[in-house]
């Protein structure tokens, strides 16, 4: 089993709606969770952070997380073309080491 | 703020041959990370420094190796290169070792032919 599972995609999502990302984790101790952004070509941006069960809200963008479950999922709600890009989550396991899931491509339509 | 800074951006080298590859944090930042990317591995994390220290190590073979100075710039160094080590190298920095949230730099693209 991976450390950190996402579905690879490709996401497709009509422009305006809710695209929802998800993630799963196999470390039962983790306590801190993000969600990167990666443009093709570009570097990963960090977009939001959670470390508390529950829902985290910054904009368009929501993290949650279900520590029970081991699942930290990100909704982009009113979907923009500009949101197309991989998602990357990445959960801090071990030694405060960084472990990132493979990436979920999204692509929202106009 | 600067962001991150790494150097070079692109890089060509053959087999055998090492390579160094240089960061700059954010200002302020004392912990850098190493992270290697490749389309069949995706992001896998090499090294952590703080405090010109390595914290943490990934599963990397010898050949990578890094090093931190006292004004927490860090280089990353890869001896007797081979073809799969191709990838695009990244670097983050974070405040300190308890505040995770790390931020990237544009990255070093190595080739090995």
């Known amino acids: 089993q991976k450390e950190v599972e996402q579905n690879s995609g490709p996401l497709s999502v009509p422009e305006g709606a809710i695209a929802s990302l998800n993630c799963t984790y196999s470390?039962?101790?983790?306590?801190?969770f993000f969600w990167y952004r990666q443009y093709s070509g570009k570097s990963p941006e960090l977009i939001m952070s959670?470390?508390?069960?529950g829902d985290k809200e910054d904009g368009r963008f929501t993290a949650q997380l279900n520590k029970a479950s081991q699942y930290v999922s990100l909704l982009i709600r009113d979907s923009q073309p500009s949101d197309s890009a991989t998602y990357l989550c990445?959960?801090?396991?071990?030694?405060?080491?960084?472990?990132f899931g493979q990436g979920t491509r999204l692509t929202i339509n106009p | 703020k600067a962001g991150v800074t790494q150097t070079p951006r692109y890089l060509i080298k053959t087999r055998g041959q090492q390579v160094t590859l240089s960061c700059s944090p954010i200002?302020?930042?004392?912990?850098v990370s190493w992270y290697q990317q490749t389309p069949g591995q995706g992001l896998q994390f090499l090294f952590e420094?703080?405090?010109?220290?390595?914290?943490n190590k990934g599963n990397f073979p010898g050949r990578f190796s890094g090093r931190q100075f006292s004004n927490s710039r860090s280089e990353m160094n890869v001896s007797t290169l081979e073809l799969g080590d191709s990838a695009l190298y990244l670097c983050?920095?974070?405040?300190?070792?308890?505040?995770?949230?790390?931020?990237f730099g544009p990255g070093t693209r190595l080739t090995v032919l």
């Open positions: 983050a920095s974070s405040p300190s070792l308890t505040d995770n949230e790390q931020f």
């Open positions: 470390d039962r101790v983790s306590q801190s």
């Open positions: 959670i470390y508390s069960n």
């Open positions: 990445a959960v801090i396991q071990g030694a405060q080491k960084l472990v």
């Open positions: 200002s302020g930042h004392r912990s």
């Open positions: 420094y703080f405090s010109e220290t390595q914290r």
